[in-house]
């Protein structure tokens, strides 16, 4: 019994962890992405290598002035094309997962298991895959000037 009570047992959130996360993306966003605070709305670009290359398309849903929602899509011939939108916070330098292809509005924490299977904390790990994938780009140079395609 004292391991449900575990599994059930809410953990702390880390928001002060959370927020240095959200602020290291929407800075690594802002090198991969060149031009967008200038109002380029559209950049394409290639990742990875031989049968793993992936296309990635990124362009500007919305902009206002304190905020820019961009969608994020990875083209591989064969998996489905997954669909991330981010909202970059510029009056608090922050950048946020605000949904993941059909899935958005997460909590803080879940109790886990829970019906549709999100982690007990989603919102963070879905944060921190940003971050990986940010990171994975800035360590293959994507972002730099040659490699990125802008359209406006």
């Not at 959370?18 to 394409?44: T, Y």
């Not at 064969?78 to 997962?97: F, K, Q």
């Amino acid at each position: 019994m004292a391991r449900n009570a575990d599994l059930k047992r809410k953990r702390a959130v880390d928001l002060s962890g959370h927020h240095a996360l959200c602020e290291m993306n929407f800075h690594m966003l802002i090198r991969l992405l060149p031009g967008i605070k200038q109002g380029v709305d559209n950049w394409s670009f290639n990742a990875g290598r031989g049968r793993h290359l992936l296309k990635v398309d990124v362009s500007v849903l919305e902009a206002c002035p304190y905020t820019t929602t961009i969608d994020v899509r990875q083209d591989h011939a064969s998996m489905e094309t997954p669909r991330i939108v981010v909202r970059l916070y510029h009056d608090v330098n922050m950048a946020e997962i605000i949904a993941w292809d059909h899935h958005r509005h997460w909590a803080a924490q879940y109790e886990y298991p829970n019906k549709k299977m999100y982690h007990p904390d989603e919102k963070l790990a879905l944060n921190q895959f940003l971050s990986d994938w940010l990171q994975h780009c800035k360590n293959e140079g994507f972002g730099v000037e040659k490699t990125v395609i802008q359209f406006s």
